[in-house]
């Protein structure tokens, strides 16, 4: 087909506190992976939606454009819809939507838009054939299984379903190259390890799908794994991105076996989403996945509820719930994510307190671990939420998602308003946070989870125990830094024998956290003795421990007995500064 074909994905770009991550475009990367594999141009951008206008212009002007497809959900159907109607009027080409909005298109959006057509579900082969047709005048793409578009008299025609790629190792890798301004830093990629979901729950599109669900066969997954290890240097962590990626207990131990053998080759690590009621079935599965390299955990919690939790269908129980996040601890499982959804089914403030216990629970019980992310009910089109609102309890007032940037709700319940349930989210996400503030002050925290916290940043990974907890207490944020880059350890992870080899470093910089102004030292509210501060200005790392000792005592001597005296109490001050993360040891 003379020309190429572009594929948008635009949101504007938003701040998120919680860092929900915010993934690249993988359908649209298996789309172009399979058009190139049946002789078509194609490339990716994806962006905001200011400069995907331009970089259209700017295609469009060096040379031929065949056609355009965006992927629009609920999120950007607004700059999506003004974009294409941009698009189809100035350049006058075939556009076409895909993305889970479609499914709730109405023949006043497909007119706003002024697209051509729009694909219902997967798009390799609905697209691949309306290509075709476009090649040939003879064929008519208007009886194209799975295509939305307007008839001649302006009503909305909805073909039957089309069809789906049954063997998904027919599949070509998601095609990466393809993807024009991908970012520069390339440590992270993305797998789908198979398609549909056998679970219909009724805020989600993909169990509104009821799709049939078909996996790849692990030697295709693992042979995938192993050509990006090969071809991608960066790479050292890989997110698969099934809904379901825990379907099977018996293919999750396959794989793991096999992305064990990879590291064993080079390290990386990965993520997963994985159903609590699988994994509440199958305990040991944790502490396997955490072997083979798992790092990062998603659960939908949902609800502290067990009556919203019912009506979502999600088929779990609150005690499933606590049994997933205490084995997920105990396996050491170093980051889980746990979707919380406020402004549900039937919510009042009873229903908002319940929430607010259950989370603090979960909280408590896995300290250092895990994180919940309340976000508001979003009303995504063929959901039963969104087609039957009665039968929850709610009202939906803003379908075109025109007042949110997910960050605030559009709907109410019977007994709350918006503004009610923002507030309870708003309240809600700032308890969890002090608990967790909490749980470190008191030192709940295990030394090790805070370390491998701090290993996972510099690999992208970052976590809201990381940006709301630990980045805004003391002399933390250095004092693991150190810690997870070998720098320095605790003098209780160091051998007895060998402590004197060691040197005492402080974490701190003088100039910044010591306070001179009123004529003394003073670290924060604590008031340091010369004895402290020269303790404290040796401790560089350019003096073992013995030798530390030895230069102070020269000049403190007369105020102790003898030496065993003066070394017991300058060794409590070190002990000390290291409770307070001012402190720690360091090798030659």
């Not at 390799?124 to 005048?137: G, I, N, R, V």
């Not at 993807?179 to 390890?193: L, Q």
């Not at 070394?567 to 070190?574: F, K, M, R």
Request: aromatic residues 10%; charged residues 25%; glycine residues 8%.
């Amino acid at each position: 087909m003379p020309g190429r074909i572009l594929f948008i994905h635009t949101h504007r770009l938003t701040y998120d506190l919680l860092e929900i991550d915010r993934s690249e475009s993988l359908g649209l990367l298996y789309l172009c992976g399979f058009l190139e594999s049946k002789g078509y141009d194609s490339i990716l951008f994806q962006g905001e939606p200011s400069k995907a206008r331009t970089f259209l212009d700017q295609q469009f002007e060096a040379g031929r454009v065949a056609m355009v497809g965006f992927y629009c959900d609920f999120e950007n159907q607004k700059e999506v819809a003004e974009l294409s109607r941009e698009i189809t009027t100035q350049y006058g080409v075939p556009v076409i939507h895909g993305g889970p909005q479609t499914i709730g298109f109405s023949a006043e959006y497909l007119r706003r838009s002024a697209c051509t057509a729009a694909v219902l579900g997967e798009g390799e082969l609905p697209l691949l054939e309306l290509l075709q047709c476009f090649q040939d005048s003879t064929r008519d793409w208007r009886t194209i299984p799975g295509l939305i578009f307007l008839g001649c008299d302006g009503t909305l025609i909805r073909n039957p379903p089309g069809s789906v790629v049954e063997n998904l190792d027919e599949l070509p890798p998601p095609a990466y190259h393809r993807w024009i301004n991908r970012s520069m830093r390339r440590n992270k990629v993305s797998i789908m390890t198979g398609r549909g979901c056998p679970y219909s729950c009724a805020f989600c599109y993909e169990g509104s799908l009821l799709r049939k669900v078909r996996l790849r066969s692990v030697e295709r997954v693992l042979q995938e794994v192993s050509e990006i290890l090969k071809h991608e240097p960066e790479v050292n962590y890989i997110a698969f991105r099934d809904d379901t990626f825990t379907i099977s207990h018996e293919r999750v131990r396959e794989l793991c076996y096999g992305l064990s053998e990879e590291r064993k080759k080079r390290e990386f690590h990965w993520y997963c989403e994985g159903h609590v009621k699988v994994l509440s079935k199958h305990p040991d599965l944790l502490r396997t996945m955490v072997d083979a390299g798992l790092v990062r955990l998603q659960i939908g919690i949902e609800s502290g509820v067990q009556k919203v939790l019912d009506a979502y269908g999600k088929g779990i129980t609150l005690a499933e719930i606590e049994q997933v996040v205490q084995t997920a601890y105990e396996a050491g499982v170093p980051q889980v994510f746990g979707f919380f959804i406020t402004g549900g089914p039937f919510e009042n403030a009873e229903t908002q307190n319940a929430n607010r216990v259950f989370a603090e629970k979960l909280i408590r019980m896995a300290p250092g671990m895990l994180v919940l992310g309340p976000s508001p009910l979003m009303p995504y089109p063929g959901t039963r939420l969104t087609d039957c609102p009665d039968k929850y309890g709610i009202a939906i007032e803003d379908t075109e998602g025109l007042t949110t940037l997910a960050d605030y709700p559009v709907t109410h319940s019977t007994e709350l308003s918006r503004e009610e349930i923002a507030k309870y989210q708003q309240e809600l996400i700032w308890h969890v946070i002090s608990v967790m503030k909490e749980l470190q002050v008191k030192g709940k925290i295990p030394h090790e989870r805070i370390v491998n916290c701090f290993r996972l940043i510099p690999l992208g990974i970052d976590f809201v125990w990381h940006t709301a907890v630990y980045r805004e207490a003391p002399f933390i944020e250095g004092y693991y830094t150190l810690m997870a880059r070998d720098a320095v350890k605790r003098s209780q992870d160091i051998p007895s024998s060998e402590l004197e080899n060691w040197r005492p470093q402080r974490i701190m910089e003088m100039w910044h956290d010591v306070d001179f102004s009123l004529g003394y030292p003073k670290i924060g509210k604590e008031v340091l003795s010369p004895l402290e501060f020269e303790l404290l200005l040796y401790s560089t790392g350019k003096s073992t421990l013995p030798q530390l000792l030895e230069r102070i005592y020269g000049r403190f001597s007369a105020l102790f007995p003898d030496r065993k005296n003066f070394d017991e109490h300058a060794l409590g001050i070190l002990g000390q500064f290291e409770k307070r993360h001012w402190l720690a040891y360091a090798p030659l």
